[in-house]
């Protein structure tokens, strides 16, 4: 159905970004870029960031519908889309519900682990459990169990923040201290080598498909927040260069989690392929960002689908349900 909708079928839309996270700023580039984009397809586009005055906003003067950009804490753990929903506001993406379970990593990889995907071996630790009961243990104890390397990364949150991969068990520390700056639980998970790539999921009324998927190459080696915000540090591959079967289990993975998790609209699942093909699971982004070096319009550029008219017709979809 990309396509075929115009101008007068929306009305006045709402673009919402910034907000209050730790990733404000990439939310506020992610919202001038589909604003833009919108506006270049004809759409009457506002953008505006979150605050106390926004609720006055949708009761007296509601719009068509909104597209929210806004990442991290707020923007994809479910509470503003709740609100849009309490106004009877229209809006693309997940509703507060499913974003509550995908935004939770643990949570997230329980449930596609469950509809059949692969997913790293998992610990998950809270910071008064790691300080209280003795973080030297926990941490020899995790070792042992998942191996090295592995990954901590905080449970709820985007971007990389607070997220490293640990080589040695001395580095295991650190990482946990880093992870417990960004938010209260960390995830520690298996190492899985091979191709990190990333595949995006839209609906616009005729089913989830996924989109070519974009291969990652950090010239740092990790795609961490520097890699993912920094023009030129990390090389995008588009479609990736994977052989056809494990393409095709890529995106038929990224569509399973998509609908395994109850997402809407829009989403983006980021899998790391492994040596044999096996693509595995590491997490979905149900507000996934819209910057000049952001995966979804590359995808959507090798898919021959212009960003205007891709937020458009995922507007629209939202705003006819």
Partial sequence: MIGIFVMSDLGRVLVLAGGLSHERDVSLRSGRRVADALR???????????DASLVDRL???????VFPVLHGVTGED??????????????????????????????ASTVVGNAGLHTP??????????RELGAAALMEAVVSQIGLPL??????????????????????PAAMVNSYSYGPVALIEQYVDGTEVAVTVVDTGDGPRALPAVEIRPDSGFYDYEARYTAGATQFVVPARLEPEAAGACAAAAVQAHQALGLRDLSRTDLVVDAAGVPWFLEVNVAPGMTETSLVPLAAEAAGIELGVLCRDLLATAAAR
């Fill in 151 to 172: 990954v901590v990364k905080p449970a709820r949150g985007g971007s990389a923040l607070g997220a490293s991969i640990v080589r040695s068990a001395d580095e295991l």
């Fill in 78 to 107: 479910g509470a503003l889309r709740q609100v849009l929903d309490l106004y009877g506001v229209p809006y693309v993406g997940a509703d507060a519900a499913a974003c509550r379970t995908a935004f939770d990593k643990p949570v």
């Fill in 121 to 130: 071996a998992s610990v998950v630790l809270g910071h008064d459990t790691f």
């Fill in 40 to 50: 270049s397809v004809g759409v009457e586009v506002e953008q505006r960031d979150v």
């Fill in 59 to 65: 009761r007296e003067d509601p719009p068509d519908a």
